[in-house]
């Protein structure tokens, strides 16, 4: 499964697209993705996306560079669409202080708020963290965490790994964790236990080597997989088996609703 991608992005806008790039992945043997909001827009995009084919799901939040004008209508927009059965995450949002188009006082009022409304809802909270690993974690401790969170495109070094895991909290590692020059990455990659990890591809962004710098696509995650499966000195079809295990426990999917032949 990617558990984390952005099809309107990748260039997705009606259902003949959706199912065309999901046909590609699925040949890939990539079965199921997530679809992933990062504004009202899309949030509403991805939620009709997801009925348009039964392997794609939806997750909606505010990302942390639109929280500047994070609106009481936003919030209830969030909120009515969350409740959607096709809705399997609150994300991503979070904290990004590499980018300067919010506040960081802004974007942590927004990330307590979808921290308390995936407790609301009971789904996971998919977490986008980017030069902000100490400040997530914080409010996370401070606020409680949901029971279940997801850092997306994981990019702690092993320190904030073992932080990570002894919180229960599941990584999700994106083509980065193949870039030969991601030293500390890889390592953290070596480093967590099975189940409390998940690949995505955050297409169109972060290919995975060895067509590092292409556009993305979900089939991509394949190649992540076999990469992982090195790291970690086991075999792809071993970890294709404990990845979909993990996917299917942490999203509530229903493997026996899986249309068959598809993984």
């Known amino acids: 499964m990617d ?100 506040t960081p006082d802004d974007q942590r009022a927004a990330f307590r708020w979808h921290i308390g409304l995936a407790k609301q809802v009971g789904k996971p909270l998919m977490i986008h963290d980017r030069d902000a690993h100490d400040d997530v974690l914080s409010i996370l401790e401070d606020e409680g965490p949901p029971e279940t969170v997801v850092f997306h495109s994981y990019s702690g070094d092993p320190a904030m790994t073992e932080r990570c895991v002894a919180a229960g909290y599941v990584l999700s590692f994106s083509g980065t964790v193949t870039f030969r020059n991601a030293h500390a990455l890889r390592e953290s990659a070596t480093l967590v236990p099975d189940g409390q990890f998940l690949v995505e591809t955050d297409a169109p962004f972060l290919t995975p080597h060895p067509f590092r710098g292409r556009p993305n696509e979900p089939y991509c995650a394949a190649y992540t997989v076999r990469g992982l499966a090195q790291l970690r000195g086991v075999t792809d079809t071993d970890l294709c088996k404990m990845l979909v295990d993990t996917a299917e426990r942490v999203f509530g999917l229903d493997r026996s609703a899986q249309p068959e032949g598809r993984s």
Request: contains cysteine; negative net charge; aromatic residues 8%.
């Open 3 to 102: 558990a984390h991608t952005h099809l309107d992005a990748c260039g997705a806008t009606d259902p003949d697209g959706v199912r065309a790039m999901v046909d590609r992945a699925q040949a890939a043997g990539i079965g199921r993705v997530i679809t992933v909001a990062d504004d009202i827009t899309s949030a509403r995009w991805v939620v009709q996306a997801a009925t348009w084919d039964e392997r794609v799901f939806a997750a909606v939040a505010i990302h942390p560079t639109r929280t500047s004008k994070f609106t009481d209508h936003d919030r209830a927009t969030i909120k009515a669409l969350a409740t959607h059965d096709r809705v399997v995450a609150i994300g991503e949002t979070g904290l990004d202080y590499y980018w300067d188009y919010s």
